[in-house]
């Protein structure tokens, strides 16, 4: 009964949503539209102060500018640092973190490090607001896997507004593993943070958010450019691809067919250097590639239509043109990462979650004072996420995962390594071998929601407990009610 059901309610769906969602069989597209006439801009890596512990400070201040997108004309905008994105952050395994996020906007916000492991009290969600005109101090130890991992706002019911209007950046982790790829950020080491967005005529953001999914952009900004280009200068370079689009999902490839190199999921490096020609990349989700130029070689990253309800369009993001003499780079290494896959003991305990149309989990939407899992601290599980409704993607705080399975398969190629976040395709079951952080907090809730910030605004989260282990029965699943304010837990000790 359970798959005539599953079959039955996606094909309802997209009878019914098709049209909203997609905008029918017409495919949104920009190809033909660009002339690939500004600079790609790279953002600044934010230098931190160093005190005399070794702790790397940094300051990341929440604000509001303009910021010219389409020639002539200035958008209203919100950044980091600055008018539009942040900074970029970088540090190194074993490296001590702090930060002073200052809110400078006119309303409460938050900063939440989304693929990071660390204490739930600083992992910036929706409980750990930041008033306007007040800071924030989280500080841990980076303690995993080299990745790229990024920062964005968390509020619960506002991050689709906050997110688009321009608050996110990049966090880089180094270890010793990835400096056998390209590392030199800028020149062979680039971040690419994909965004689509719907402009008014006077070159305004508009938050236009009627599809069944949010806000569906016709036109694609790149690190915050508006067509775009990049002059390459070394023989191989390693691209970061951030996906921090409010809904749409990018088909990612390159205009002449060219192979290239996916080196890294989102929570960290694959074993060894997969070769492919087009990889997908849902809200949240990250990869690295490494790709191969010659002189004077010209190219376009492109997405490329999948048909599919949040990845209906066909794209041009970033033309790529390779310089005269280019800078020899090393052969890849065959082996990539020392980490070991994630594997699950065969009594791990396994959850079951199901995803439907009304933008619950397991029935249910998000409260703030509920708590619907207790996992414990440093576990091992298998999560099982059913989807009965239309396309969403599961994301998991303070933890790792590998994809077991889709649909009792084994998952595409591109998707076999350390994530955080995944697709769940319409009608789908996939199941996922999922590595906790060791850090035990009973009083501070972890979220695993979907990553469609429509969605999860709109009640598609749900909260759980990391606690010490042997414990889980002996917590409540009510949060007292004085935690239910803006806690500002981490602020000046």
């Known amino acids: 009964m359970k798959t005539y059901t599953k079959l039955m309610i996606p094909l309802l769906v997209l009878l019914v949503f098709g049209l909203a969602g997609c905008g029918g069989d017409k495919i949104v597209t920009n190809v033909g539209k660009l002339h690939f006439e500004h600079p790609l801009k790279i953002p600044q890596l ?13 300051q990341l201040t929440m604000q509001s500018g303009t910021t010219e997108f389409l020639p002539g004309k200035r958008a209203k905008t919100w950044g980091l640092n600055g008018s539009y994105l942040g900074p970029t952050i970088r540090v190194s395994r074993g490296d001590h973190v702090a930060f002073d ?22 992992d910036g969600g929706p409980h750990q607001m930041i008033e306007a005109g007040e800071t924030w101090s989280p500080h841990w130890t980076i303690d995993q896997p ?25 966090f880089i982790i180094d270890d010793k593993d990835s400096k056998k790829l ?8 680039i971040p690419l943070i994909v965004q689509d967005k719907l402009f008014t005529k006077e070159g305004q ?16 900004l790149v690190n915050g450019t508006y ?69 004077g070689e010209k190219t376009v990253l492109h997405s490329y239509n999948s048909g599919g309800e949040i990845d209906h369009g066909e794209f041009d993001l970033l033309k790529m043109d390779a310089a005269s003499k280019l800078t020899e780079s090393a052969p890849l290494a065959g082996q990539l990462s020392t980490v070991p896959p994630i594997e699950v003991p065969k009594n791990a305990k ?22 619907d899992e207790v996992v414990p601290a440093g576990a091992k599980e298998i999560w099982e996420i059913d989807n009965f409704g239309s396309s969403h993607n599961f994301h998991i705080h303070d933890a790792a995962f590998r994809v077991l399975d889709i649909n009792g398969q084994k998952p595409p190629e591109y998707e076999r390594g350390r994530k955080d976040t995944v697709l ?56 007292p009610k004085n935690d239910m304010e803006y806690e500002h837990n981490g602020h000046h000790e």
């Open 46 to 58: 934010l230098k931190p102060t160093i005190s005399s512990d070794g702790t790397k400070h940094f």
């Open 101 to 122: 996020v200052v809110n400078h906007l006119d309303v409460a916000s938050t900063l939440h490090w989304h693929g990071m492991k660390l204490p739930a009290v600083m």
């Open 146 to 170: 080299a990745a790229t991992t990024w920062y964005h706002p968390h509020v619960h019911g506002k991050t689709a507004q906050h997110v688009y209007r321009g608050l996110a950046g990049m």
């Open 182 to 189: 390209p590392s030199n950020y800028g020149v062979d080491d």
């Open 205 to 220: 953001l508009s938050e236009k958010d009627d599809t069944t999914y949010g806000t569906l952009g016709n036109e694609i």
């Open 227 to 295: 067509d775009p280009f990049l002059k390459i200068t070394a023989s191989q370079v390693r691209f970061r691809l951030l996906n921090a689009s409010n809904a749409r999902a990018y088909n990612f490839g390159f205009t002449d067919g060219r192979s290239f190199k996916l080196v890294a999921n989102d929570a960290g490096l694959l074993q060894k250097p997969v070769t492919l020609k087009r990889f997908k990349l849902s809200p949240g989700e990250r990869a690295e590639i490494v790709v191969e130029f010659k002189p």
């Open 350 to 371: 396994l959850r079951q979650f199901k995803m439907t149309m009304e933008s619950k989990i397991n029935d249910k939407k998000m409260v703030m004072d509920r708590i």
């Open 424 to 479: 769940i395709p319409n009608g789908a079951t996939v199941r996922l071998a999922v590595e906790f952080a060791n850090y035990a907090d009973p009083n501070h809730p972890l979220m695993y929601h979907c990553h469609l910030l429509k969605h999860e605004d709109s009640g598609m989260m749900g909260q759980f407990l990391l606690v010490k282990p042997g414990t889980e029965s002996q917590v409540s699943k009510k949060l």
